[in-house]
């Protein structure tokens, strides 16, 4: 800020004749937006309110529909965060765009028309007239986004002419299609490819003879592990503990029990390396595997699996392909064109165990047709066989995920302003095994996990249960969502009781949606696909993008926290199991640019913790979470 000659700050002003001087001082790395309207309504000059609507001051950023509280730090502007989400997001938000259609028509008056109607037109009208405003304003805010970026945001086609209302059936086949285009996301990096299948370009070398030649197929990946067939091939050094075979065991020290792991380099059951021993993955009967590698360039690939206890039985299972379309075919090396067959090339495809596969230890080969017809090759071109997974039995087990500990490392920027008062939702989904969600589960009874004046280096208790079960399931999805707040009565009431209107309707199109798909059979178009526990995770996220992209629209609240977790059944299972080593270190980035360190604890006997760390660039904060996992039966 520039100075005056007299030394006193540009942002320095002396008002009436009592000499009362104010001194602003700003200190921000983003937006900053000073408001001075203290009362309701119009303001000398200001523009007018808009016919028929009772609009109070302008907000404290431009979206933000409720004014931030005296001696709250710094907002960022509804500008800043779209455009976050908006750079971020690749799937748009089917839950978001029924609940915001829907608020328009009852806003303007509409009759409900269905039961979905009439039950979130009940909870809207049930707001007080304060919050009434703030979802006129909230409106307003869905309203002035351009085409293009309601698009991004919004599924399009819960978004029809105002006097067409949506339907549960509408919203169920949008959100099923929203997390068919995310799964496609997660297996394939493409959000159409879980819907339709895409071949690889043909890398098929010529035919170089002899009786051993290489394998024209390469599958150098196994659900994300390096199999010894890479191209260029691995050194020992090159592969990471998770990829390596280990045996644990449990020992008492200092009277409590501690995990002990060691890499096997003996009776493999696998690859031997060498000296070390490739890890073989237990997979349930009926779940998916994805291989990443090289020329799987026919839809019609298949994967054969040899029982390895019994070599006589032998299954062909058909494969989903999804071809890389961005690594060239071919290169120049010293004035020759060469194809590209190595590992820069990621053909990937994903096949189904069938339900009645003999448990145990089986070799798995990639099946692709000879489609241009190479000669030499024969009709039919294969992958080496792969010794890499073991069947295991469906697991009935009951588990249970619990928060710990809230930790600030770091609180928001400036710290010279105050403390931060942090705002927590959690919200829980049990996946079933016909592929649809539960009853969705929030701790503290559905009411937000509320810490004041916090600052850094202080550690908080948050001892919930986060997640629970009492029948079969095949996945959880976990949303975590945390915002730095204002801590002034009036402000918590809007912030907390306007987000609760919106998470019951939220919860309600869940639900509703849930069992809507339950009478199509689920999800489909995934059914055959096998990823459960990517279906579990595709929920989890598609439950934060609508929160965010609800509280971008309105709320003058920075996001410091944001997760989405969907563990499959297997994954809680080998997590609380002392028989498998602790899972690496891991980190993302998620849709508001916030990035998530997970860092494993500890393991003892039906018991896993972790502690997950969330880093924001925008506010300069570094708060930490304790998750527990624990294996009831």
């Known amino acids: 800020m520039s100075m005056r000659q007299d030394g006193e700050s540009a942002g320095s002003k002396r008002t009436g004749e009592c000499g009362c001087r104010i001194d602003i001082r700003i200190e921000s790395r983003g937006d900053v937006i000073i408001?001075?309207?203290?009362?309701?309504?119009?303001?000398?000059?200001?523009?007018?309110?808009?016919?028929?609507?009772?609009?109070?001051?302008?907000?404290?950023?431009?979206?933000?529909?409720?004014?931030?509280?005296?001696?709250?730090?710094?907002?960022?502007?509804?500008?800043?965060?779209?455009?976050?989400?908006?750079?971020?997001?690749?799937?748009?938000?089917?839950?978001?765009?029924?609940?915001?259609?829907?608020?328009?028509?009852?806003?303007?008056?509409?009759?409900?028309?269905?039961?979905?109607?009439?039950?979130?037109?009940?909870?809207?009208?049930?707001?007080?007239?304060e919050l009434r405003r703030v979802l006129s304003c909230a409106r307003d805010s869905f309203d002035d986004l351009t085409g293009a970026e309601r698009d991004r945001l919004f599924a399009?086609?819960?978004?029809?002419?105002?006097?067409?209302?949506?339907?549960?059936?509408?919203?169920?086949?949008?959100?099923?299609?929203?997390?068919v285009e995310r799964v496609g996301l997660a297996l394939f990096d493409?959000?159409?490819?879980?819907?339709?299948?895409?071949?690889?370009?043909?890398?098929?070398?010529?035919?170089?003879?002899?009786?051993?030649?290489?394998?024209?197929?390469?599958v150098c990946r196994v659900n994300g592990l390096r199999t010894p067939f890479c191209r260029p091939p691995l050194s020992l050094g090159d592969y990471t503990p998770a990829e390596l075979q280990q045996r644990c065991t449990v020992v008492i020290e200092a009277g409590k029990p501690k995990q002990i792991c060691e890499v096997q380099t003996t009776n493999c059951p696998g690859h031997d390396l060498g000296g070390l021993c490739l890890r073989v993955q237990e997979v349930e009967a009926g779940q998916a595997v994805v291989l990443e590698g090289v020329n799987f360039s026919s839809v019609d690939t298949k994967v054969r699996l040899t029982s390895v206890a019994d070599p006589t039985t032998v299954r062909e299972v058909d494969a989903h392909v999804c071809g890389d379309e961005e690594t060239?075919?071919?290169?120049?090396?010293?004035?020759?064109?060469?194809?590209?067959?190595?590992?820069r090339v990621h053909d990937r495809l994903t096949f189904r165990l069938p339900d009645d596969l003999p448990i145990g230890l089986h070799d798995l080969q990639v099946l692709v047709p000879n489609v241009s017809a190479v000669p030499g090759w024969g009709p039919v071109l294969s992958s080496d066989g792969l010794r890499s997974l073991t069947v295991v039995p469906p697991s009935t087990a009951r588990f249970q995920i619990a928060s710990e500990t809230l930790h600030a490392r770091e609180e928001t920027s400036p710290e010279s302003i105050g403390s931060d008062e942090v705002g927590i939702r959690i919200l829980a989904v049990p996946l079933f095994p016909d592929l649809t969600g539960g009853e969705p589960q929030s701790p503290n009874g559905g009411k937000p996990l509320r810490f004041?004046?916090?600052?850094?280096?202080?550690?908080?208790?948050?001892?919930?249960?986060?997640f629970t079960h009492d029948q079969p399931i095949v996945g959880a999805a976990l949303s975590i969502?945390?915002?730095?707040?204002?801590?002034?009565?009036?402000?918590?009431k809007q912030i907390d009781s306007f987000t609760d209107a919106y998470l019951e309707i939220l919860k309600d199109e869940l639900e509703k949606a849930g069992e809507a798909l339950a009478a199509i059979g689920g999800i489909s178009k995934l059914s055959g696909l096998g990823v459960k526990g990517?279906?579990?995770?595709?929920?989890?996220?598609?439950?934060?993008?609508?929160?965010?992209?609800?509280?971008?629209?309105?709320?003058?609240?920075?996001?410091?926290?944001?997760?989405?977790?969907g563990p499959s059944i297997q994954d809680l299972v080998q997590l609380t199991s002392v028989n498998f080593p602790l899972p690496l270190p891991s980190e993302h980035v998620t849709a508001q640019g916030i990035t998530v360190k997970v860092l494993p604890l500890e393991k003892i006997p039906q018991q896993y913790r972790e502690r997950r760390t969330y880093i924001s660039d925008d506010e300069e904060s570094r708060y930490e979470i304790v998750l527990r996992y624990n294996r009831l039966a």
Request: glycine fraction near 10%; proline fraction near 11%; include cysteine.
């Open 35 to 129: 408001n001075n309207c203290t009362t309701p309504g119009r303001q000398g000059g200001g523009p007018a309110r808009p016919p028929g609507e009772d609009h109070v001051c302008p907000p404290v950023a431009p979206g933000a529909c409720v004014p931030a509280s005296l001696g709250a730090k710094p907002k960022q502007s509804r500008r800043r965060k779209l455009d976050r989400l908006l750079a971020n997001t690749r799937v748009p938000s089917a839950l978001a765009a029924g609940f915001f259609h829907m608020a328009r028509r009852h806003l303007a008056g509409k009759a409900a028309a269905n039961a979905l109607e009439e039950r979130t037109f009940g909870t809207l009208r049930q707001m007080p007239p």
């Open 156 to 179: 399009a086609e819960l978004l029809p002419g105002i006097d067409q209302p949506i339907d549960v059936a509408q919203v169920a086949e949008a959100f099923a299609q929203e997390i």
């Open 190 to 218: 493409d959000p159409g490819c879980a819907a339709e299948e895409r071949p690889g370009q043909v890398r098929t070398p010529p035919f170089p003879g002899g009786e051993f030649p290489p394998a024209p197929v390469v």
């Open 328 to 343: 060239p075919l071919t290169e120049t090396v010293d004035g020759t064109e060469r194809l590209i067959t190595d590992s």
């Open 452 to 466: 004041g004046d916090v600052d850094t280096g202080e550690t908080r208790g948050m001892a919930h249960l986060l």
């Open 481 to 492: 969502m945390g915002y730095e707040v204002d801590g002034e009565e009036a402000f918590e």
């Open 534 to 565: 990517i279906i579990a995770a595709a929920i989890a996220a598609a439950v934060v993008l609508a929160v965010n992209v609800f509280v971008a629209l309105w709320a003058p609240a920075d996001p410091i926290i944001e997760d989405s977790i």
